[in-house]
Nanobody, 125 residues
Framework: VQLQASGGGLVQPGDSLRLSCVTS????????IGWFRQGPGKEREFVTALRRNNNTPYYADSVKGRFTISRDNAKNTVYLQMNNLKPEDTAVYYC???????????????????WGQGTQVTVSS
């Protein structure tokens, strides 16, 4: 599957932003879909993911309650709604997909096979 992320930009603290990830094929039931990010000088880290089949969302503690992942099957698109953005959310955001993998590895960057290009999110006053 190919993935195309978009929607990044420069926002102020407290603002909201919605990222989109368009996939080349339908992902519901077949793929886990996730968002990861890589801040300046940092390693790529898990942000959130939707589990295939049951669509259960999983979040990093740092974004829980502020970010929401959702999937629009009709548009082959996964969204990341980000609210109450903070400067520490500044990063390049990547969407990713994987067809296999046990649930316990869903936060492990190395366990994701397909990656889109990143989209830059900068939170600054």
């Amino acid at each position: 599957v190919q993935l195309q992320a978009s929607g990044g930009g420069l926002v102020q603290p407290g603002d909201s932003l919605r990222l989109s990830c368009v996939t080349s094929e339908r992902t519901a039931n077949n793929y886990d879909i996730g968002w990861f990010r890589q801040g300046p000088g940092k390693e790529r880290e898990f942000v959130t993911a939707l589990r295939r089949n049951n669509n259960t969302p999983y979040y990093a503690d740092s974004v829980k309650g502020r970010f929401t992942i959702s999937r629009d099957n009709a548009k082959n698109t996964v969204y990341l709604q980000m609210n109450n953005l903070k400067p520490e959310d500044t990063a390049v955001y990547y969407c990713a997909a994987r067809r296999t993998g046990i649930l316990s590895t869903i936060r492990d960057v190395a366990q994701w096979a397909c990656w889109g290009q990143g989209t830059q999110v900068t939170v600054s006053s």
